[in-house]
């Protein structure tokens, strides 16, 4: 957890030569922290976070066990300081221009260099660059960075501001608040699936950099189409084949009369552009440009390759400096699609889809929180485990939601490799905020920093301004009240002062007002409206959609939305990733422990879990908290949490399973839906949420389960109608080829392993990127005489007939809730493991018995608690009775197939029912 990636401890000199740029790394562990009044010190690593530091130096226990949250929230409410002493010889120091660039304080500080103080910070999503020059000596040197307690500072903004400023901040969530006042992680005061650490800390590198003639900061390359040709024969959609790049690179200079020439290239070709004599030091701005053809797009993962290229950038100083700074590009258009629908269009409205190199994309996808209280925390390889297991499961994208961070540079990194295309929300969530002119001028500077600084990745699909505000306008008591007062500050802050700082930087991507939206009415160069009313619209734009009353899997209760941007359903964590965290002899083994009380953040959660268990499967008995004579908590056994857990998941994934299948559908109807993005991929910690990956990228059931509804070709099935009728439909998101095969409708006997009946649809025909209805009939008509809907389990198989399109699809439907199915007994066995390749096994097992067994899982378990990191190629599976199946696994790391073997425990429906 507390790994890092960075070499730390070291003070690096990067070059000692008079006459060229140099930087001195002030990364590492030689730093020290100490709060207010000096009772609390420790040794200190940056990047970091002063809880990381304490735990590390075992001030505190692991921040993550049981009540950590809470019970360290003293850390929060103190002011900390963080501080060393850095050694810089004569040729630095004698360098026209030195600067202390930080590029990420969280949040309030004030930095000193050898007791002076230099600058002050209140945004912890900006690069701050910070003269030094004349305040360094050759030899030895100091640097302390003061950090206020967020919590007090949001308390003192709010008091002295002059009317109120709602948020949304639940006691059940055990945070803190007044998080809207400060340009912080909003979520790190807590949120209704993670804890409130609220930290403090140096948490992005800081270094020192000096320069006799320029210093490049940024480099923010545009690439749009020249020219575009058919994608294929026939094909209507048109695909870039040259492009025309614009490279934008801002600089400082040391001083007065820097001159040079800047030159900028892809694959040799180039553009180049003169600096002309500077008036003195300060940021510089240059442009140039220049035309490719011959490059490979760069498309999004299913669609074809995640092709890039080295953009190489040199700046020729006249006085003799050289730079080179190189971006990896890729090279793809992106549009944003809302034009009005036809005449007959469900709702009328305006359609919203995204365009990729002219070719329409459903998105496939979820939402993405961060993946840890403390992102320092975080190595490359937890952040590339997380996006492999997006690409794995056929996501072509992710939404970083909006109340958490900016991601660093790797997640971006990874998600051109991987071809996820990423919807990026700017840093606000579920508030109104100020706007008061300090707020905007910060805010204004975070979003410029942040533009520049992701604008080259491919994968970065679309600017949206905020999660969820505009529908907050209507939320609570003072913006309903006062709406003109609290819509002018809606307006200046994402309308006036967002939108442009985005635009200025990069308008080669969409802006999108907020999520959810309807958009704007009038958007052109000069003027933009936004289309104001229920922002839950399914006519216009994107929706967020939750339901927890009836029951999670009935369609009919669906929107039928043009973009589904958040849906979901709570589950547990998965036991191996929980068991750390619990203390059994507490009571803790027991879904409504006091513990598993204080993790659950949404208000009744627990109570419609169990609803839902109930009206589909079952609610396990000894999973509960009770109390013995003395009034202590006690708790039932560990199997028994472990089966309320595995149903708890079971019943999310049947929830946004058929809620995505119905999305899926949708892009053939009237609704032309073109986008389900589920909520969430991913966890912060171990506690009831609506993700599909645990931490650690431990894959619950969902996840598998999402491997299967989005893949590109897929099958599935609803029931519609006062006479009840069974659709199945096949959705086909290749662009260029027709999907043809056959439907088999195969009706398979619960307690007898046996097809009962099966119905073919010969010669199918789906055409590339669409989907249809390929078969209907009366579910009474399918059923054999005596046969009851609670008999047969419905399987259905997309067999396809051309060699050069394989893809084949199947999919389970059942025809009543599972509860009120009669499975016969078995019991699983792992019969062989087998290693394939150092980090991939085969595993063969095979349930004894008779009869089907649905929604069985298999659990290797987590590193958290002695199990196996990686996930299975098939999983959470409807299983026949004797019949031997292997899967593979692939391994986080290099594995031992004896334990792996051991590691793997069974899941299954009726041993969880059963209490086994």
């Known amino acids: 957890m507390w790994a890092r990636n960075k070499m730390l401890g070291i003070l690096l000199l990067l070059c000692t030569v008079s006459n060229a740029l140099q930087i001195v790394d002030l990364n590492g562990s030689n730093w020290k922290v ?118 007090t500072v949001g308390k003192e903004k709010c008091a002295a501001y002059p009317y109120k400023v709602p948020s949304t901040d639940g006691a059940v969530q055990h945070g803190e608040l007044n998080r809207h006042f400060l340009r912080k992680e909003q979520c790190s005061f807590s949120w209704d699936w993670g804890p409130g650490f609220i930290p403090q800390g140096i948490w992005r590198p800081i270094k020192l950099v000096g320069y006799p003639e320029v210093y490049i900061t940024d480099v923010v390359p545009l690439i749009t189409p020249a020219s575009r040709v058919p994608l294929a024969k026939d094909s209507p959609y048109q695909v870039p084949n040259s492009w025309n790049v614009k490279v934008t690179v801002h600089m400082r200079v040391a001083g007065a009369g820097v001159s040079g020439t800047l030159t900028a290239g892809v694959q040799g070709l180039t553009g180049q552009t003169a600096l002309s004599p500077t008036s003195g030091p300060g940021p510089v701005t240059l442009t140039t440009g220049f035309s490719v053809s011959g490059v490979e797009p760069w498309w999004p993962n ?108 790797i997640f971006y990194d990874l998600a051109d490799q991987l071809g996820l295309l990423i919807w990026e929300d700017v840093m606000f969530a579920c508030a109104m905020y ?66 442009p700082a985005i635009m200025s930087e990069d308008n080669t991507r969409p802006f999108w007002p907020s999520s959810p939206s309807n958009g704007p009415l009038v958007d052109t160069d000069t003027l933009y409206v936004l289309r104001w009313g229920n922002v839950q619209s399914p006519s216009y734009g994107d929706v967020h959609y939750y339901s927890y009353d009836g029951k999670c899997t009935d369609w009919t209760t669906f929107p039928k939305p043009r973009f589904a941007s958040e849906y979901g359903w709570q589950s547990y964590p998965s036991y191996a990733v929980l068991a750390p965290d619990l203390d059994p002899a507490q009571g803790d083994l027991a879904y409504n422990s006091p513990l598993l009380e204080h993790r659950q953040h949404h208000p009744d959660g627990t109570a419609q879990i169990v609803k839902q268990m109930a009206l589909h499967t079952c609610v396990p008995a000894a999973a509960g908290a009770a109390l013995d004579r003395h009034g202590k908590n006690v708790a039932g056994s560990q199997r028994g949490l472990e089966n309320f857990i595995y149903l708890s998941q079971a019943v999310q994934t049947m929830c946004i399973q058929a809620q995505t299948e119905h999305y899926r559908r949708g892009r053939d109807t009237k609704a032309y839906t073109m986008g389900a993005v589920y909520w969430q991929l991913n966890d912060i910690w171990a506690g009831q949420s609506w993700s599909s990956l645990d931490i650690g990228a431990h894959w619950k059931p969902l996840h598998y389960a999402a491997k299967r509804f989005f893949e590109p070709v897929h099958v599935s099935a609803y029931e519609d109608g006062i006479l009840p009728s069974l659709h ?124 089907l067994q649905p929604l069985v899982f298999l659990e290797a378990g987590s590193s958290r608690s002695g199990g196996v990191d990686g996930y299975f190629s098939d999983n959470y599976l409807l299983v026949m009775a004797e019949i031997p199946i292997t899967l593979q696994f692939q391994g986080w790391g290099p594995l031992d197939a004896c334990a792996l073997g051991r590691s793997i425990k069974f899941y299954s429906l009726l041993d969880a029912c059963s209490g086994h």
């Open 34 to 151: 100490n709060n207010a009044n000096g009772t609390v010190s420790a040794p200190a690593t940056v990047p970091g976070a002063v809880h990381t530091d304490l735990f590390a130096a075992k001030v505190i226990g692991n921040p993550f066990y049981r009540f950590g949250d809470t019970d360290y929230r003293w850390i929060a409410l103190d002011d900390w300081t963080f501080s060393r002493s850095f050694s810089v010889d004569s040729s630095f120091v004698s360098l026209p221009r030195q600067e202390l660039v930080c590029e990420g304080l969280d949040t309030i500080a004030t930095v000193y260099i050898n007791g002076a103080a230099i600058s002050k910070a209140d945004n912890m999503f900006r690069r701050y660059i910070i003269d030094v020059t004349g305040k360094l000596r050759a030899g030895t040197n100091t640097i302390t960075v003061v950090f206020r307690s967020a919590v």
């Open 302 to 409: 299913g669609m074809g390759s995640q092709q890039m290229y080295d953009l190489v950038v040199n700046f020729k100083g006249s006085r003799g400096e050289a730079i080179q700074v190189t971006k990896r590009v890729g090279f793809r258009s992106i549009e944003l699609i809302t034009t009005p629908l036809p005449d007959g269009q469900a709702g009328a409205g305006n359609a919203m889809y995204i365009k990729v190199n002219g070719v329409p994309v459903f998105m496939r996808g979820s939402n993405w929180i961060p993946a840890s209280p403390f992102p320092n925390s975080l190595s490359d390889e937890d952040l590339r485990r997380l996006l492999v297991s997006a690409q794995a499961a056929n996501m072509n994208g992710l939404r970083v939601w909006g109340g958490g961070i900016y991601q660093p540079d």
């Open 434 to 499: 100020p706007r008061d002119g300090d707020f905007l001028a910060n805010v204004a500077e975070e979003v410029r920093y942040q533009v520049r600084r992701l604008a080259s990745h491919p994968s970065l699909m679309m600017w949206s301004a905020n999660n969820e505000n505009e529908g907050a306008l209507w939320w609570y008591p003072e913006s309903t009240s006062n709406r003109d007062l609290y819509l002018a500050d809606y307006v200046k802050l994402y309308v006036d002062v967002v939108r």
């Open 728 to 851: 199945v439909h096949l959705a086909n998101e290749d662009p260029t080829r027709a999907w043809v095969g056959d439907l088999n409708v195969e009706l398979w006997s619960w307690n007898g392993s046996k097809m009962v009946s099966r119905v073919t649809q010969s010669n199918v025909v789906v055409p590339p990127n669409s989907g249809k209805e390929i078969y209907s009939q009366v579910v009474e008509l399918i059923l054999p005489r005596g046969v009851k809907r609670a008999d047969v389990a419905v399987v259905l198989d997309a067999i396809p007939r051309l060699a050069s399109f394989p893809a084949r699809s199947t999919n389970t439907h059942y025809l009543t809730e599972l509860k009120e199915v009669a499975l016969s007994p078995a019991t699983f066995a792992v019969t062989d493991v087998s290693l394939v390749e150092p980090t991939r096994a085969n595993v063969t097992f095979v349930a004894h018995g008779s009869g």
